[in-house]
T-cell receptor
């Protein structure tokens, strides 16, 4: 099944730095969503970007979408220790959301 | 609103036993789904429902049954548990607007950690 693939698999940064993670997918989408999962918890929706949008902001989050390259990036600015979590992209075609395997972000204080 | 509630949080089964994982939502969402999460595999869709009385299979449906008799509840049944079903199970729901092509964002429960010995 079509699936987003996050890159890198793991990322470790210092508090205050920016974190960038990428998602690539295979077929045309209606929208792409990013979710966060703290250890031992369920996923929480962060942001949705539609196929006709190129960039979207929400607080310290910035998401870009390049449909020609079939890729998206999630930027977290001025990271905090509380941002330590796994981040997943999910692609919406005309079927239920399909999730990637996630990027594990560690923010070191 | 409680959101999406899953019970139990933890469960240990012996091979061959059956059980039901419960999922309830109080947001009047039409769409509900079950995922399993395994290390290195991400989330994989087991079954989903677009409304009461309607269910469909996802990517990994074998060994699981679902039913949707009400809008609020979407139980997942393991018919004869196997060690390969050891996983963390998540229920998720969303509002689906008939005619809209885009999925709305998913609301997740806190998960059920299942071990099959």
């Amino acid at each position: 099944s079509q699936q987003g693939e996050e890159d890198p698999q793991a990322l470790s940064i210092q508090e205050g730095e920016n974190a960038t993670m990428n998602c690539s997918y295979k077929t045309s989408i209606n929208n792409l969503q990013w979710y966060r999962q703290n250890s031992g918890r369920g996923l929480v929706h962060l942001i949705l970007i539609r196929s006709n949008e190129r960039e979207k902001h929400s607080g310290r989050l910035r998401v870009t979408l390049d449909t020609s390259k079939k890729s998206s990036s999630l930027l977290i600015t001025a990271s905090r220790a509380a941002d330590t979590a796994s981040y997943f992209c999910a692609t919406d075609t005309n079927t239920p959301l399909v999730f990637g395997k996630g990027t594990r972000l560690s923010v070191i204080a | 609103n409680a959101g999406v509630t899953q019970t139990p949080k933890f469960q240990v089964l012996k091979t061959g036993q059956s059980m039901t994982l419960q999922c309830a939502q109080d947001m009047n969402h039409e769409y509900m789904s079950w995922y399993r999460q395994d290390p290195g595999m991400g989330l994989r869709l087991i079954h989903y429902s677009v409304g009461a009385g309607i269910t469909d299979q996802g990517e990994v449906p074998n060994g699981y049954n679902v039913s949707r008799s009400t809008t609020e509840d979407f139980p997942l049944r393991l018919l004869s548990a196997a060690p390969s079903q050891t996983s963390v199970y998540f229920c998720a729901s969303s509002y689906s607007n008939e005619g809209a092509r885009d999925n709305e964002k998913l609301f997740f429960g806190s998960g059920t950690q299942l071990s099959v010995l």
